[in-house]
Nanobody, 125 residues
Framework: QVQLVESGGGLVQAGDSLRLSCAAS????????MAWFRQAPGKEREFVAA????????DYADSVKGRFMISRDNAKKLVYRQMNSLKTEDTAVYYC??????????????????WGQGTKVTVSS
């Protein structure tokens, strides 16, 4: 069982930076891939970024590539997402997700078994 708690959301202006954190519990954290998804108002939840169990492999949605960076600290059981050059279209609730088993990154929602409660990011123009 893995429990996830996100933090770091808030209201920022376009062009600003923000870092989100996801604190995880569970003994298997260092052996599973993690990801961030987001859901904008009136839209479906979508993939943002993923990181492999060791942190050696990452994957990004085209919409955030070059602006967002995902990282993890297995000793502290934390996953981070640094967001730079934020745009108004980045406004969404951001969710941290974990696989039950599997070290490699995935993009599909149904490949992740554990979800945090979400943290809201609002980007104003």
């Amino acid at each position: 069982q893995v429990q996830l708690v996100e933090s770091g959301g808030g209201l920022v202006q376009a062009g600003d930076s923000l870092r989100l954190s996801c604190a995880a519990s569970g003994r298997t954290f260092s052996m599973i891939a993690m990801a961030w998804f987001r859901q904008a108002p009136g839209k479906e939840r979508e993939f943002v970024a993923a990181i492999s169990a060791t942190g050696g492999s990452t994957d990004y949605a085209d919409s955030v590539k070059g602006r967002f960076m995902i990282s993890r600290d297995n000793a502290k059981k934390l996953v981070y997402r640094q967001m730079n050059s934020l745009k108004t279209e980045d406004t969404a609730v951001y969710y941290c997700a974990a696989r039950r088993a599997g070290w490699s990154t995935r993009r599909r929602l149904d490949e992740y078994d554990y979800w945090g409660q979400g943290t809201k990011v609002t980007v104003s123009s």
